[in-house]
């Protein structure tokens, strides 16, 4: 079992930043690919960005640019930098890792971008 808690969400008017950290713990060794996703109301979950244990990344079309995902594999840490937010960006932000064919998730942090 791989147990993921989120924190560093919060509220941050339109341009701001915010820092998504994402602790691993349990069996967090041989970790594989982690991730971001998120859901905003009334909308489905979508993928953020992906990074992979040897920190290959992929982001998806909307925050590329603006978002950077990172990883501490020493720390068994997932990070999410989040510049130039746009209300559109408000959502619960969710952590996933792969390990052994199986996907984990975080219970989520929100992320609120307004005036």
């Known amino acids: 079992q791989v147990q993921l808690v989120e924190s560093g969400g919060g509220m941050v008017e339109p341009g701001g930043s915010l820092r998504l950290s994402c602790a691993a713990s349990?069996?967090?060794?041989?970790?594989?690919?982690m991730g971001w996703y998120r859901q905003a109301p009334g909308k489905q979950r979508e993928l953020v960005a992906i990074?992979?244990?040897?920190?290959?990344?992929n982001y998806a079309g909307s925050t590329e640019g603006r978002f950077t995902i990172s990883r501490d594999n020493a720390k068994n840490t997932l990070y999410l930098q989040m510049n130039s937010l746009k209300p559109e960006d408000t959502a619960v932000y969710y952590c996933?890792?792969?390990?052994?064919?199986?996907?984990?998730w975080g219970q989520g942090t929100q992320v609120t971008v307004s005036s």
């Open positions: 990074i992979t244990s040897s920190g290959g990344v």
């Open positions: 349990g069996s967090s060794f041989s970790i594989g690919n």
């Open positions: 996933t890792a792969n390990r052994q064919f199986k996907t984990y």
